[in-house]
């Protein structure tokens, strides 16, 4: 059906800067919303930014001014822009889409990626 693959995470130091970007495959008719939430350990999975096909978008409070979402949409990619980035950024870091593909009819569903470790240490 659908795949997202994401790439980008790793060890920065705090203040320092990352780039994500998460790709979407498959039998794709139109993307809605992609976005961006993050899971710390012990901690309930949250929203980080979110980004319409429009472009408009929408950013949890913690990341406010330090993070960018953006999608290109010919390529059906998502990034996620991470600047300043503070020990209490790191987490693993999960691609979310909302799509409409194609499967012997039109169907919208969630998807997900695999998750990427961003680790936000001295």
């Known amino acids: 059906q659908v795949q997202l693959v994401e790439s980008g995470g790793g060890l920065v130091q705090p203040g320092g800067s990352l780039r994500l970007s998460c790709a979407a495959s498959?039998?794709?008719?139109?993307?809605?919303?992609m976005g961006w939430y993050r899971q710390a350990p012990g901690k309930q999975r949250e929203l980080v930014a979110s980004i319409r096909s429009s472009g408009s978008t929408n950013y949890a409070d913690s990341v406010k001014g330090r993070f960018t979402g953006s999608r290109d949409n010919a390529k059906n990619t998502v990034y996620l822009q991470m600047n300043s980035l503070k020990s209490e950024d790191t987490a693993v870091y999960y691609c979310?889409?909302?799509?409409?593909?194609?499967?012997?009819?039109?169907?919208?569903?969630?998807?997900w990626g695999q998750g990427t470790q961003v680790t936000v240490s001295s």
């Open positions: 498959g039998r794709i008719f139109r993307i809605n919303t």
């Open positions: 979310n889409a909302d799509v409409t593909y194609l499967s012997g009819g039109f169907y919208t569903d969630d998807f």
